[in-house]
C-alpha cells in the first residue's frame, strides 16, 4: 500500500528542487489496474488468416472491436480484426473507460450517444456484460464561468436527449458526501452516464460480430500492408501480409492507437500523433464511496472514478512525459514507472477535493501510453493519399467514450463511402500539409491539446502553440497594422485589428515548463483574454467599428489563407459538371456560387468557382487553357482538395488539381465605395453593373501587376475580390491602401466579417452548413442544376429528400435583449425543444443579437414555410430563455439592393 504522508504542497516543492525522495512518498510501488483484464487470455484462436476478407481492421482496442462490429453489423460479414497480441492490449486495456456525454459540440456528443446506446444493445445481443457502469457523471464548478459553461452544456444536452440538472453546492454534496464543498458554486449532474471496462466491452464487441460473421484473430501481427497503382496513378491497397500468413483486401482500417506509425512505416506517412505517458492512481478502499458518481474538477485539472470501493484519481497533467521515440513495438499490456512529479499537482487537488485520498493511502499507479493529435482530435476516415486506407486513431484519451460512434462512422465510410454524421473536424484529410512533418509543430500542438484539455472552452479562444503558423505574403505588413491574428486550419488569418499596437504571438513556452521560460509579458494571450466571456468580448465595440465601416464606407479583408484550386486538363468541364453543383458549362470570365455534395445529399463545402481562359495569375504556375478556379475557405481547403481528387480517380476523368493556395493572395474590397476606389485604380475598367455584373471577374492591373478581379461578396455589399501572385502582393496592396485613404478604406478581420455575413444571411460551411445538411434545408437549391438533367454528385439523394419531405429547416432568428449567443442553445417552438443554434453573432447595422439554427418537428412531419411562421420561439441562453423573433430569411437588405450597388433606401 502507498501512503500519501506529508505535505503535498512541501512534496510538490522538493520534487521539483530534486531533493526530495520518492521512497518518502510511497511505502512501495505496485503498477496494476483495478479491473480485471485480458492479459492471460490467451486466445490464439487461428493457425492461419483467411485469403481473402473485404475489411481488415489493425489493432484490438475500443475502437478496433467496435469498427469490425460495426462493419459486420453494416453487412460487411467477411471482415477480419487482426491483433498482435491480445485484445485491449495497447491503450484501452488501462483506460479509465469514462464515458461523459455532455461535450461541447453535436459531433462528439452524437458519437458519445452511439457508445451509450451500444452498452444496452451488446447483451441483448450476445448475453455478455458489456462492462458498463451506470454510476452517473457530476462536474463540479467552482467559478462562475465554469458554471455558466456547464449551463451551456445542460441546454445542449436536453436538445440532444441527454438528462441532466444544475444542482446547488449542497445538492452536489448529497451526491458525493465525502467532498469538499466550500468553494463550489455549483456543479453538473448527468445521472445515465458511467464508465466503461475495457476488457467486457471488447468481449462483448468481439463475439457481436463473430455473431455477425466477421473473424477476430489475435496474435497476429502486420508485417506489411501491399499497395498497388490504379489506372489513374494512385495508390490502392491490394492486401495485409501478417505473421500468419496474407489476405488480399481493398480495404484496411488502422486502428493501431500509439502504435500506428510502427504499423504504417512503410509508406513513410507524416502522421500528426505525439505519444505521452498519461497516469493516474489507485486509492485503498474508501468507506461509503460505493455507487457514488465519477466527478470531474475542469478547474482543478482532475477526475475522480468509483471502481467498486476504490477511487480511481487522474487528470490531465501539466508537465505530461513526453514518449520522444514513440511507443516500443511489443509493448503490449505495458504499464510505466509513475512519474510523481509530474501528476503531483492533480494528486494534491483531489485531495483537497477529497481528504479520505490523504487518509486511506494509494494502492496502486497506472502510467501508460496515449496518443494525441496536433489539434486534439481524433484521426480517422479516408487516407488522403491511399485508396482504400482508413484511419482509426489518435483518440486524445477518449478512445473508449467515442469508440462506439467513431466505429460505426468508419465502417459507414468503408462501405457506403461517407458517414451519417459531420465528421470533418475527426478527418484524417483536414491537416494542412505545409506542416505535416514539422515536428516542433507536432510537439507543441499535441502538448497544448493535452495541457487544455480540461480548458475552459470559449468560442473564440485561440492556440499558442505552433504559432506563427502559415503565412501569407502580407503577415508582416498587415501585422504591423495591429493585426490580432487567428489561427484556422494551420494558417494565420485577420482576426481583427488594435490600430497602433503590434501584438504577435511569441514562441511556446510550454507554459515555463521542461526548461522553458515563461513568457511575460505576453501580449497576445492577454489579448486573448478580452475573449474569456460568455458575453460579448471586452473589444466588442473595435468589431462594431470594423462592420459599421464596412456598411457605410469600405473595407479591405486579406482572406489569403483561401485555398486557391484550379481544375484542368481535357476532361475538365465534364469533371467540374459532376463534382459542382451548380451548372458549370459557361463562359470564360462567369463565377459561380456552388456547393459539392456528397453521395448522400449533404454540403462538403461551399464555394466560389470561375470559368478561367486567360494570362491571369495562374499561367506564372503553368496553369493554361480553360480551367476552372476555385477559391475554397482556407480552414477546410485540404480536405475539400483531397474529395476532388477523390472523384477524379474514381470518375477516371482525364483532369488534375493544381493547388495555388499557398502561391497567390486574395484581397477582398468590400462596401459603398469599392467602386469608387477601384475605378480610380483602374481607370481603363469600367466597373459599372453593366460592363462588370456581380458574378463575374476580369483582369485588371494594379501597380503594375495584372490582378484578378472578381465581383463577388461575403457580407451583401457592393465589392470585388482581388486575386494575384505573392510577388504582387506588396504592390497591390499598398497601391490599394493609399488610393482607400481618400474613401475610408480600413483593414478588417474575420470577427467583423463573420458579424457581417451572418447579418445578411450568408452562410459558412461547417457552421450553419455542413455535411450533415442538405442544401434543401438550408434554402440553396439555388445553387444546384435541379431544373437540367445533368447528373452530379448528390443529385439523386437531393431529388429523394425533395420528395419525401423536408425534415428540418435553417432559419433565422433575431433577439431585442441585448445579450450574447454563442451557438449550441436549445430553441423552443411553443414550448418545446425543436432545434439549437448553430451560428449566432452580433449585428452592428440591425442592432441586434442574430442567430441561425435548424427547426425540426418533433411530431415527425415535414418542416414548411408555415410550420416555422406559425410558432413562437424561445432561445435558451444558460438556462434563461429568451424570446425570439423568426425569419425565414435575413431581414437586412432583402431585396439585395447593396449587393448590387443601389444606396437609395
Not at 478561367?612 to 495569375?617: A, L, T
Not at 450568408?762 to 445553387?783: C, G, K, N, Q, V
Amino acid at each position: 500500500m502507498y501512503r500519501l504522508i506529508g505535505n503535498l504542497s512541501l512534496l510538490k516543492q522538493t520534487l521539483r528542487s530534486g531533493k526530495y525522495t520518492q521512497a518518502r512518498f510511497v511505502a512501495a510501488e505496485k503498477k496494476e489496474v483495478p479491473y480485471k483484464t485480458l492479459k492471460d487470455a490467451n486466445s490464439d484462436n487461428v493457425a492461419s488468416v483467411p485469403s481473402r476478407a473485404d475489411a481488415v481492421v489493425v489493432g484490438g482496442g475500443a475502437v478496433g472491436c467496435s469498427t469490425v462490429y460495426h462493419l459486420s453489423k453494416l453487412g460487411l460479414s467477411n471482415s477480419v480484426l487482426i491483433e498482435k497480441d491480445q485484445l485491449t492490449a495497447g491503450t484501452s486495456w488501462h483506460t479509465a473507460g469514462l464515458l461523459w456525454r455532455l461535450r461541447p459540440n453535436e459531433t462528439e456528443m452524437l458519437l458519445n450517444n452511439i457508445t451509450r446506446r451500444l452498452m444496452d444493445t451488446l447483451e441483448e445481443e450476445t448475453g455478455v456484460h458489456a462492462g458498463f457502469h451506470m454510476n452517473g457523471g457530476l462536474f463540479i464548478a467552482s467559478s462562475k464561468e465554469r458554471l455558466d459553461e456547464y449551463k451551456r452544456l445542460k441546454t445542449f444536452g436536453e436538445c440532444m436527449g441527454i438528462e441532466s440538472h444544475i444542482l446547488t453546492p449542497d445538492e452536489a454534496q448529497k451526491l458525493y458526501p465525502i467532498m469538499n464543498k466550500d468553494d463550489l458554486v455549483g456543479a453538473l449532474y448527468s445521472p445515465t452516464d458511467g464508465h466503461i471496462d475495457p476488457a467486457g466491452y471488447c468481449t462483448a464487441l468481439s463475439r457481436a460480430a463473430k455473431l455477425n460473421g466477421a473473424q477476430t484473430i489475435t496474435n497476429c501481427e502486420v508485417i506489411e500492408i501491399e499497395t498497388g497503382v490504379d489506372s489513374m496513378g494512385r495508390k490502392r491497397v491490394k492486401a495485409v501480409n501478417t505473421s500468419k500468413g496474407r489476405i488480399e483486401t481493398d480495404n484496411v482500417v488502422i486502428c493501431g492507437g500509439c502504435w500506428t506509425p510502427h504499423i504504417l512505416k512503410s509508406f513513410e506517412m507524416n502522421i500528426p500523433q505525439l505519444s505521452f505517458e498519461h497516469s493516474y492512481v489507485v486509492t485503498e478502499a474508501i468507506e461509503g464511496v460505493r455507487g457514488m458518481p465519477n466527478v470531474r474538477d475542469h478547474e482543478h485539472s482532475f477526475y475522480l472514478k468509483v471502481q467498486g470501493d476504490v477511487l480511481q484519481v487522474g487528470g490531465f497533467e501539466t508537465r505530461p512525459v513526453f514518449l520522444e521515440n514513440g511507443v516500443p513495438k511489443d509493448f503490449s499490456f505495458g504499464l510505466f514507472d509513475l512519474n510523481w512529479e509530474a501528476i503531483s499537482d492533480i494528486v494534491e487537488s483531489a485531495c483537497k477535493r477529497v481528504p479520505d485520498i490523504s487518509k486511506v493511502g494509494i494502492r496502486s499507479t497506472v502510467s501508460g501510453p496515449e496518443s494525441f493529435s496536433a489539434d486534439g482530435k481524433p484521426i480517422i476516415g479516408p487516407d488522403p493519399y491511399i485508396s482504400g486506407l482508413f484511419h482509426g486513431h489518435t483518440m486524445n484519451s477518449g478512445g473508449a467514450m467515442l469508440s462506439g460512434g467513431c466505429g460505426k462512422m468508419i465502417a459507414q465510410w468503408v462501405i457506403r463511402g461517407e458517414p451519417e454524421l459531420d465528421m470533418v473536424t475527426y478527418d484524417a484529410r483536414r491537416f494542412n500539409e505545409k506542416l505535416l512533418g514539422n515536428k516542433k509543430w507536432l510537439r507543441e500542438t499535441a502538448h497544448e491539446s493535452f495541457v487544455k484539455k480540461y480548458s475552459m472552452l470559449y468560442r473564440h479562444d485561440e492556440s499558442l502553440a505552433g504559432r506563427p503558423g502559415v503565412r501569407d505574403a502580407l503577415y508582416e505588413t498587415l501585422l504591423k497594422d495591429g493585426c490580432v491574428y487567428q489561427s484556422k486550419g494551420g494558417w494565420e488569418r485577420p482576426g481583427w485589428f488594435d490600430v497602433g499596437n503590434v501584438t504577435s504571438p511569441l514562441p511556446y513556452d510550454y507554459e515555463g515548463e521542461y526548461g522553458h521560460v515563461k513568457n511575460n509579458p505576453h501580449p497576445y494571450a492577454e489579448k486573448l483574454t478580452m475573449d474569456y466571456t460568455f458575453d460579448h468580448p471586452a473589444h466588442h465595440n473595435i468589431i462594431g467599428e470594423e462592420c459599421l465601416n464596412a456598411r457605410n464606407n469600405v473595407n479591405m479583408f486579406n482572406m489569403s489563407y483561401f485555398g486557391k484550386l484550379y481544375l484542368c486538363g481535357s476532361d475538365a468541364t465534364k469533371a467540374a459538371e459532376w463534382i459542382f453543383s451548380n451548372s458549370m458549362d459557361k463562359h470564360p470570365g462567369t463565377t459561380t456560387y456552388t456547393c459539392m455534395l456528397n453521395k448522400l445529399g449533404g454540403i462538403e463545402s461551399d464555394l466560389t468557382v470561375s470559368v478561367v481562359e486567360d494570362d491571369g495569375p495562374q499561367a506564372a504556375f503553368g496553369v493554361e487553357g480553360r480551367s476552372y478556379y476555385a477559391a475554397v475557405g482556407g480552414g477546410f481547403s485540404p480536405y475539400v482538395k483531397s474529395r476532388i481528387t477523390d472523384i477524379i480517380a474514381q470518375e477516371k476523368f482525364d483532369c488534375q488539381v493544381k493547388d495555388l493556395s499557398h502561391d497567390m493572395i486574395l484581397l477582398s474590397i468590400q462596401g459603398p465605395k469599392s467602386r469608387d476606389i477601384l475605378s480610380k485604380l483602374c481607370s481603363q475598367t469600367d466597373f459599372s453593373n453593366e460592363s462588370f455584373p456581380f458574378s463575374s471577374h476580369q483582369l485588371v492591373t494594379i501597380g503594375g501587376h495584372v490582378v484578378r478581379a472578381m465581383r463577388v461578396s461575403f457580407i451583401g455589399e457592393l465589392g470585388w475580390e482581388m486575386h494575384a501572385s505573392n510577388s504582387a502582393a506588396l504592390d497591390v496592396y499598398n497601391t490599394v491602401m493609399e488610393v482607400g485613404k481618400e474613401f475610408g478604406l480600413r483593414n478588417s478581420g474575420y470577427r467583423a466579417l463573420d458579424s457581417l455575413s451572418i447579418e445578411k444571411g450568408y452562410h459558412l460551411w461547417h457552421s450553419d452548413i455542413r455535411s450533415d445538411d442538405s442544401p434543401l434545408e438550408a434554402d440553396m437549391t439555388f445553387t444546384c442544376k435541379l431544373k437540367t438533367d445533368i447528373p452530379f454528385v448528390g443529385r439523386q439523394a437531393v431529388e429523394e429528400y425533395k420528395a419525401s419531405g423536408i425534415q428540418k429547416r435553417l432559419v433565422c432568428f433575431t433577439l431585442d435583449q441585448n445579450l450574447a449567443l454563442h451557438g449550441l442553445e436549445t430553441i423552443y417552438r411553443n414550448g418545446e425543444a425543436v432545434g439549437y443554434i448553430r451560428r449566432a453573432e452580433f449585428a452592428f447595422a440591425l442592432d441586434k443579437e442574430v442567430a441561425w439554427g435548424y427547426v425540426k418537428n418533433t411530431a415527425g412531419g415535414p418542416v414548411n414555410k408555415d410550420f416555422i411562421l406559425s410558432g413562437s420561439y424561445q432561445i435558451d441562453r444558460m438556462g434563461q430563455l429568451l424570446d425570439a423573433t423568426v425569419h425565414m430569411k435575413s431581414p437586412f437588405d432583402p431585396k439585395n439592393r447593396r449587393l448590387m450597388g443601389f444606396y437609395d433606401e
